[in-house]
């Protein structure tokens, strides 16, 4: 199975270079987006798979875009994206409904692997 | 409030115990070693102290990420910027060209990983939790990037600064880590450091 995912992060070249590795892997970027208003309409239009989030954004930070998302529909699948890797916000991010945390600087083996737990029945390319 | 020579002992012992993370980060990005040039810490009062951070000529490419009481900043030598633009496009297979735009948008990235890195290392060291800003990018020379930084503290009392100088010998590039602590933020530190 093929995912459809939806990127939230500002930062341009990261970005593209998540998209560049999560098509690699066999999968799809249906959006992308940069604050919670992007993300939330990227969920009502495309029901997207999965997102991944990065966690410091320049409107709302990571955690709230999360939350919104769950608030939004409680199935959501999110990965937090960050260099941040502090233990109590860790915590907080899974508590808060995030599926897992992938560190920067984003690796294609740890993307891979990360996807692979997180979505068992995707084909990882 | 005054600090003491043990204090600034114990806040330069958390920034060096810390720098490990984001010499991890930066050698992954660039895929060469990184290590520990000089170390200082010192108070500023006003804006105006860092003009002694002088030579206007050299210019440099960087960026900035805050939480109350906080600023983390890292700044990179025009010559380091390039060559860390290089290596982070590295990682696309589209070949994504290293404009001039693009070496602002790579140094963010990279100063955001770098950031990160240090502070998640003294906020677990010292019991805190925070999530900083995204990074604001800043360019030009070194008094003005610094500036730049000190502006968006808003601090409470004095301002601590602490500085790590790097330097990678195999490519020869630099980067220049700052902490600006704000009389808060450096009590609570040193409260929960166990000396």
Known sequence: ?????????????????????????????????????GALAALQQHKPDGFTVDLSLPKEDGLTILKALREADPNVRAIIVSGNSQARIREEVLKAGAV???PKPIELATLRAVLGKVFPNADNA | MQITPEDQKAVLGLLEAGIGASTAKL????????????????????????????????????????????V???YFSSRSSAMLTQAFLANSKRGLEAT?????????????????????????????????????SVRGARADIVTAAFGALQPVGKVFSATI????????????????????????ILNALDR
């Open chain 2, 100 to 136: 001039p735009q693009m070496q602002e948008v790579a140094v963010a990235e990279v100063s955001n990983i770098v950031i990160n890195a240090i502070a998640s290392s003294i906020a677990d060291r010292c019991g805190m939790a925070f999530i900083l800003s995204a990074p604001k």
């Open chain 1, 100 to 102: 897992d945390l992938l």
């Open chain 2, 72 to 74: 983390f900043l890292s």
């Open chain 2, 27 to 70: 050698s992954a990005i660039s895929r060469t070693n990184w290590a520990i040039k000089a170390t200082a810490l010192k108070a500023y009062a006003s804006a105006e102290d860092f003009a002694e951070l002088g030579a206007p000529s050299q210019y440099f490419f960087g960026a900035y990420c805050t939480s109350p009481g906080r």
């Open chain 2, 165 to 188: 100088n790097l330097s990678s010998q195999d490519i020869a590039a630099d980067c220049t880590l700052m902490m600006m602590l704000d009389d808060l933020i450096v009590n609570f």
């Open chain 1, 1 to 37: 199975m093929a995912l459809r995912m939806v990127i939230v992060e500002d930062n341009a070249l990261t970005r593209e270079l998540i998209k560049e590795m999560i098509e690699c892997l066999g999968h799809q970027v249906v959006a992308e987006a940069e604050d919670l208003a």
